[in-house]
């Protein structure tokens, strides 16, 4: 990753990219323990309704996620993800039909310091999300620290490679 020049004094290192896999079950009628069961799967979180400080707090729940860094691909966080649930995959189609069940989301959250983003998924990812029902829900974040300028040369909006040579 370059080094970026922000003004004639400053230059900064952008943070590295960042992303997750997370498959999430809420229910408001069944406990946790109960949608794990239903899953099929041993989940990383589950919790009970009136738990959760946060919204989801509302409802019972299980949270089963990606194994690998944050430093990993979105796609190979898909991929880690759908191989942790194996043969449980074939439960979220059920799970997604019983009236219990508040929602069954697959996400994949990605942050990186470009202005811009992409996001490529392979198609066999495609099919085997496809598979499960669920739709895939992307939150994409555009990171970019507050570099310090100085006075004498204001922030001009550009920022480029350092080993550009232009100044």
Do not use: C
């Not at 370059?2 to 069944?30: C, E, G, I, M, Q």
């Amino acid at each position: 990753m370059p080094t970026y020049l922000v003004d004639a004094s400053r230059s900064f290192d952008p943070p590295p990219a960042k992303s997750a896999a997370h498959l999430t079950v809420l229910s408001a009628t069944l406990s946790g323990d109960a949608l794990a069961e239903l899953l099929g799967a041993s989940p990383d979180e589950r919790w009970d309704r009136g738990t959760k400080p946060q919204a989801r707090g509302r409802y019972a729940g299980v949270s089963l996620g990606s194994r690998l860094a944050e430093t990993a691909p979105p796609d190979a966080h898909l991929a880690d993800l759908l191989e942790r649930l194996g043969p449980a995959a074939l439960n979220v189609r059920s799970l997604l039909a019983d009236d219990r069940v508040h929602s069954v989301r697959l996400w994949v959250y990605h942050s990186l310091p470009n202005w811009n983003p992409g996001l490529s998924i392979p198609a066999d990812l495609l099919e085997r999300i496809s598979a499960l029902g669920t739709g895939l829900d992307i939150d994409v974040y555009v990171t970019h620290p507050a570099a310090p300028v100085a006075l004498n040369a204001p922030f001009t909006g550009e920022i480029r490679p350092r080993d550009t040579g232009r100044h």
